[in-house]
């Protein structure tokens, strides 16, 4: 990255008005709650959960949804691995500009690679980067599939198809895993919303 910045001669510019001033102004620290999982496994639907506690405790926060990112910043791009890797580079440096404002931006990406989200991690400095695997079996996201994939996926006329027809590499050490095949979406929220006030963010 330093040799493209480099390359066309481009030095970051540092504004007179610091992260931690931002952060006091909101009233708490920018972070970034990284929700990973399969379609369909829940990661919206308590991602934005997770908000709305937030919201009421009078933090600022923002949701960046799969669907809603590749409508625009990522609409150019497919879904193979190369494209993921984009996909999820994108998104990782928008979210850092967001938690340099102070939000706690609350993320719904399958992201299936480790390696991309461990690249992920190392834009954040300790204690920024939340990872949160909302786990669930395929055949259970199946069963709440409203866009009816991952019968497509079966068919064969969605290729790559995360869970699939594409791996999906669980986090080795997340911070924490939401067994959501057995647990209450809005339990699993009130579990991030502790997590959160554990990691002294809010």
């Not at 990872?131 to 019968?151: L, N, S």
């Not at 290729?159 to 924490?176: C, M, Q, R, V, W």
């Not at 929220?189 to 006030?197: C, D, E, S, T, Y």
Request: net charge positive; hydrophobic share 35%; with cysteine.
């Amino acid at each position: 990255m330093e040799s493209i910045a480099k390359k066309n001669n481009l030095t970051w510019f540092n504004g007179h008005i610091s992260r931690k001033a931002r952060e006091q102004l909101h009233g708490h620290k920018g972070a970034v709650i990284w929700f990973t999982g399969l379609s369909a496994s829940g990661k919206s639907t308590i991602a934005h959960l997770v908000e709305k506690q937030l919201q009421r405790q009078g933090c600022s926060t923002y949701v960046f949804d799969g669907d809603n990112v590749r409508h625009g910043l990522c609409s150019d791009l497919t879904f193979s691995s190369e494209n993921r890797a984009e996909n999820i580079r994108r998104i990782g440096e928008m979210v850092k500009l967001f938690v340099d404002a102070g939000i706690i931006a609350l993320t719904a990406f399958i992201s299936p690679y480790r390696k991309d989200r461990q690249r992920l991690r190392s834009l954040f400095s300790d204690g920024q980067f939340l990872e949160i695997h909302v786990d669930c079996p395929p055949e259970v996201c199946a069963t709440r599939d409203q866009k009816g994939i991952y019968a497509k996926a079966k068919a064969g006329v969605i290729k790559e198809f995360t869970g699939i027809s594409a791996p999906y590499e669980p986090p080795e050490n997340p911070d924490l895993v939401i067994p959501s095949y057995d647990q209450d979406a809005r339990e699993a929220a009130q579990g991030v919303v502790r997590l959160i006030k554990q990691r002294e963010i809010i």
